[in-house]
């Protein structure tokens, strides 16, 4: 089980949004390449960066932090969100070094842009799947979309993408406990990994999420509860990899 700490990049500094809202902003951090070390000495594997003011702005913004990120820890896998609405965005975050983009919005507005985005860059994409009570939502969580979570997945399968990251909106950032329920169900769906975000805040979260992943749970991102010291990376990672497959 890969335990992805979260690093969200905002005017060059680490801050944690709350249920993604740009103004309800904390600052954890104005060193993110300090911060990355910080995970990567608790054990952690693979990184989740997400640059806000490029999801804001639609094109890349922190691709410099990044980039120092992935120089600094060659040995670490890193996965990027935020904006990425073209292919120029995607080919720059792998120059500077990101093994995996995460397509978010873009993916239900234009979903023949993932099917391009895989035949382009194979074996790079991710998509993010949103959701609330089983429904994607769409522009920072603001709409909700007809469509229905696992038809959206199964259709990304098929389109070669690498992995989904399925995020319970209404429980990300608030540290209220992982929809485990609504994870594991989405995973029996597809035979892709499905990689959990939003409000893993425990060790009873990240044991559950370790007992989901004979369904297909491979990985769970962490926010917040980190950065206010509500869980410990080091022992979280211990946990899991105790699990088979951890």
Request: aromatic share 6%; proline share 3%; net charge negative.
């Amino acid at each position: 089980m890969l335990l992805i700490p979260a690093i969200d990049l905002k005017d060059g500094k680490c801050v944690r949004l709350r249920q993604g809202n740009m103004d309800d902003e904390t600052v954890f951090s104005d060193d993110p390449v300090a911060m990355a070390a910080r995970w990567v000495e608790a054990g952690s594997r693979r990184i989740h960066i997400v640059d806000l003011d490029g999801a804001v702005q639609g094109f890349p913004v922190n691709a410099d932090i990044i980039g120092r990120i992935a120089e600094a820890f060659p040995g670490v896998e890193i996965q990027i969100g935020g904006g990425i609405r073209e292919f120029d965005t995607i080919q720059t975050y792998l120059d500077v070094g990101v093994d995996y983009v995460i397509i978010g919005t873009q993916a239900v507005r234009a979903p023949r842009f993932v099917d391009d985005a895989c035949l382009e860059f194979p074996g790079h994409i991710i998509v993010g799947l949103d959701a609330r009570d089983g429904k994607v939502a769409v522009e920072g969580w603001s709409k909700l979309s007809r469509h229905d979570a696992a038809d959206m997945a199964r259709r990304f399968e098929e389109a070669g993408v690498e992995a989904i990251v399925f995020t319970d909106i209404g429980r990300d950032g608030m540290m209220r406990g992982v929809n485990t329920g609504a994870t594991r169900e989405l995973a029996r769906q597809v035979d892709i990994p499905i990689i959990a975000s939003g409000g893993v805040s425990s060790l009873e979260d990240v044991r559950a999420l370790c007992e989901a992943e004979v369904d297909g749970v491979s990985g769970a991102i962490i926010g917040r509860a980190l950065y206010e010291g509500k869980l410990d990376l080091a022992e979280a990672q211990k946990l899991a990899n105790g699990y088979a497959g951890g």
